[in-house]
């Protein structure tokens, strides 16, 4: 199966773990039809917790990720344990949570997202690569507060179908991008106070890792989104933010959100790690 996609550098990469997602959704859709699924969410009666409105109201806002393994790590955190890893990133001051819930690349499961989210009062996002309106009701009723949208993975059709049933459902949107042809795709979706414009500091081709990724594309953002919302548009840098330095570099071109996974996870206390970041951004002031 190959993805569909507006342009044609998709990384090989992605094109596997869609390939894998369509599978995963078709086979899911022959124990639960999406219909079934629909009813399903209908009787959801727990309110979202405001993911986007968690980040307004930080003025340094973590998001902070509980993630198992990835493709090119394996095993990140050996002690894995979701539960005791939401309720630290809580005590320590996170914004929000990410809870990766893809099995075949990340090991991640829909359980660890469920866990966390009741351990801790924090909004969640089920990190996971979003193809189909299936997983979106599949995501509401697992109670995520959010979901991500990866520009590079979806058509704009799609891009645009999947936003809309999430907002409509309630869930605030981190739609991610990495490159100004997915900015530029990202700004044709739907102004919303549900948006949340990711930028991946990762070239999804080399795996490389440059922070100037945020600094060239936020000010495209900023000038495009100002115009359109009455409140400030919420951007997030994602990916190499690995010292109070790296958040400074970011602060001091009002870059004020981050994603942050690896840096805590593989240590043995990724709240303690949280703790002692933001004490020392805090030092640097």
Request: charged fraction near 20%; charge should be negative.
């Amino acid at each position: 199966m190959t993805i569909k996609s507006s342009h044609p550098d998709i990384p090989s990469v992605l094109q596997h773990i869609v390939a894998t997602k369509h599978e995963e959704v078709a086979a899911a859709k022959q124990q639960t039809s999406l219909e079934a699924i629909k009813d399903q969410a209908k009787n959801v009666t727990e309110p979202r917790r405001g993911f986007a409105s968690a980040l307004r109201s930080a003025n340094l806002g973590i998001i902070a990720e509980i993630k198992k393994a990835s493709p090119s790590k394996g095993i990140i955190n050996h002690n894995f344990d979701p539960t005791a890893f939401a309720k630290q990133y809580e005590t320590a001051g996170a914004a929000c949570l990410s809870v990766l819930t893809d099995r075949e690349y990340f090991q991640g499961a829909d359980e660890y997202l469920v866990a966390a989210r009741a351990a801790c009062k924090l909004p969640v996002l089920r990190k996971d690569f979003m193809v189909d309106d299936y997983q979106i009701y599949q995501s509401f009723i697992l109670g995520a507060d959010c979901i991500l949208l990866i520009m590079a993975c979806l058509d704009d059709d799609t891009a645009k179908r999947l936003h809309e049933v999430s907002t409509s459902l309630g869930m605030d949107v981190l739609i991610e991008i990495h490159t100004q042809e997915e900015l530029e795709r990202a700004l044709l979706l739907p102004k919303s106070e549900h948006n949340i414009y990711g930028v991946n500091n990762r070239n999804l081709n080399t795996f490389e890792v440059d922070l100037q990724t945020t600094l060239d594309l936020k000010q495209n953002l900023l000038a495009n989104l100002a115009a359109d919302d009455n409140q400030k548009p919420l951007i997030v840098t994602e990916s190499g933010i690995h010292s109070a330095a790296d958040i400074r570099l970011m602060l001091d071109s009002n870059i004020s959100l981050f994603l942050i996974g690896e840096q805590f996870m593989k240590t043995d206390n990724p709240g303690g790690a949280l703790q002692s970041l933001l004490e020392s951004v805090a030092a640097q002031a």
